[in-house]
């Protein structure tokens, strides 16, 4: 299992930007696959992006062009860039780290809230 800790949420006004990480307890290289989920009121958890540990990178159609998701191996971090926010992408973003393998699971982190409102 892989410990996950969100940080960055919060209020921005709508074509505002705002940055989310996720730092885990293991090198970020080793996870398989680190992903961004949110999940806003009365709606299901979906896949905002995700980096493959090859470095690709996938991306809701909603948020291409707009989101872009990295790496930080030296803080073993994840980082979601929002740009040009908008009232839907209010939510609770939720960090997911994949192992294959012997070790496979999944690992969530706690969440953090960004609310994209004027």
């Known amino acids: 299992q892989v410990q996950l800790v969100e940080s960055g949420g919060g209020l921005v006004q709508p074509g505002g930007s705002l940055r989310v990480s996720c730092v885990a307890s293991?090198?970020?290289?080793?996870?398989?696959?680190m992903g961004w989920y949110r999940q806003a009121p009365g709606k299901q958890r979906e896949l905002v992006a995700a980096i493959i540990s090859g470095g690709n990178t996938v991306y809701a159609d909603s948020v291409k062009g707009r989101f872009t998701i990295s790496r930080d191996g030296v803080r073993n971090a994840v980082t979601l860039q929002m740009n040009s926010l908008k009232p839907g992408g209010t939510a609770v973003y939720y960090c997911?780290?994949?192992?294959?393998?012997?070790?496979?699971?999944?690992?969530w982190g706690q969440g953090t809230q960004v609310t994209v409102s004027s």
């Open positions: 293991k090198s970020i290289f080793s996870i398989d696959v």
């Open positions: 997911k780290a994949h192992l294959s393998g012997s070790n496979s699971g999944d690992s």
